[in-house]
């Protein structure tokens, strides 16, 4: 019996073909093995779990967000500190030139020192440039420098301690401004510049201004009235 599948020749009492097994003659062949099979049952996939998931590119992705947050609000505090130190340092070096003005004055007025109440007015000749009676912390005033007032017109021979004795230093805001110790402010990381009477300058911390020297007693016959 040829196959009429693949044409092969069998028996003619063959019930599959020997070739490709396809059933020839019906009427011989218990049908109930012909009947369709189940199909087998397919894995069902996994309920995904409820609550925060993320493949592994978000999550990566999340963690470099996270991780950039956290070093900008490290790294801001040090930019802060830098540019206050800046501030501060070119704070210091305006002093350093209004102690050489204040000390040119007197060299040429008998080496008196200039009157507070004109302190600024007078030494700005010498100084030639009002940006130095600024200090940068406190852009925008006229003025933010005070002079000591106990040092106005006094003759530079009476200042026994001159490294100690405060003549100019941070101050409220105000051209000419002069007086003592309530007109500190301590804008520089707790403390203020100072410019002493031997013409260098210093940081000198909030707690520790009382130990410079804020008044001169004047000698005696010296001629110096003293006041601003």
Same mark, same amino acid.
């Given at each position: 019996?040829?196959?009429?599948?693949?044409?092969?020749?069998?028996?003619?009492?063959?019930?599959?073909?020997?070739?490709?097994?396809?059933?020839?003659?019906?009427?011989?062949?218990?049908?109930?093995?012909?009947?369709?099979?189940?199909?087998?049952?397919?894995?069902?996939?996994?309920?995904?779990?409820?609550?925060?998931?993320?493949?592994?590119?978000?999550?990566?992705?999340?963690?470099?967000?996270?991780?950039?947050?956290?070093?900008?609000?490290?790294?801001?505090?040090?930019?802060?500190?830098?540019?206050?130190?800046?501030?501060?340092?070119?704070?210091?070096?305006?002093?350093?030139?209004?102690?050489?003005?204040?000390?040119?004055?007197?060299?040429?007025?008998?080496?008196?020192?200039?009157?507070?109440?004109?302190?600024?007015?007078?030494?700005?000749?010498?100084? #030639?440039? !009002?940006?130095?009676?600024?200090? *940068? /912390?406190? =852009? %925008? @005033?006229? +003025?933010?420098?005070?002079?000591?007032?106990?040092?106005?017109?006094?003759?530079?021979?009476?200042?026994?301690?001159?490294?100690?004795?405060?003549?100019?230093?941070?101050?409220?805001?105000?051209?000419?401004?002069?007086?003592?110790?309530?007109?500190?402010?301590?804008?520089?990381?707790?403390?203020?510049?100072?410019?002493?009477?031997?013409?260098?300058?210093?940081?000198?911390?909030?707690?520790?201004?009382? #130990?410079? !020297?804020?008044?001169?007693?004047? *000698? /005696?016959? =010296? %001629? @110096?009235? +003293?006041?601003?």
């Amino acid at each position: 019996m040829q196959c009429p599948n693949c044409r092969f020749e069998n028996a003619e009492d063959a019930q599959r073909c020997s070739r490709c097994g396809i059933v020839l003659n019906l009427s011989d062949v218990d049908l109930s093995d012909l009947q369709p099979q189940e199909p087998e049952a397919r894995p069902q996939p996994r309920a995904r779990k409820k609550g925060f998931a993320c493949g592994l590119a978000g999550c990566v992705l999340v963690g470099l967000i996270l991780a950039g947050v956290f070093f900008v609000a490290a790294i801001i505090p040090v930019f802060v500190r830098a540019r206050d130190k800046a501030r501060q340092t070119s704070c210091w070096a305006n002093l350093n030139q209004l102690n050489l003005a204040m000390l040119m004055y007197a060299k040429d007025h008998a080496e008196v020192m200039p009157p507070a109440s004109g302190w600024c007015d007078l030494t700005y000749p010498y100084a #030639k440039n !009002t940006v130095v009676y600024v200090c *940068p /912390a406190a =852009s %925008g @005033a006229v +003025g933010t420098y005070a002079m000591n007032d106990a040092v106005s017109r006094q003759d530079l021979s009476a200042i026994a301690s001159p490294e100690q004795t405060v003549l100019l230093f941070d101050s409220t805001t105000g051209w000419n401004m002069h007086g003592g110790p309530p007109l500190i402010d301590n804008r520089h990381n707790g403390g203020a510049n100072f410019g002493f009477a031997d013409g260098h300058s210093e940081w000198v911390d909030g707690r520790s201004t009382s #130990k410079y !020297t804020w008044s001169v007693p004047p *000698p /005696a016959g =010296s %001629g @110096a009235t +003293g006041g601003p």
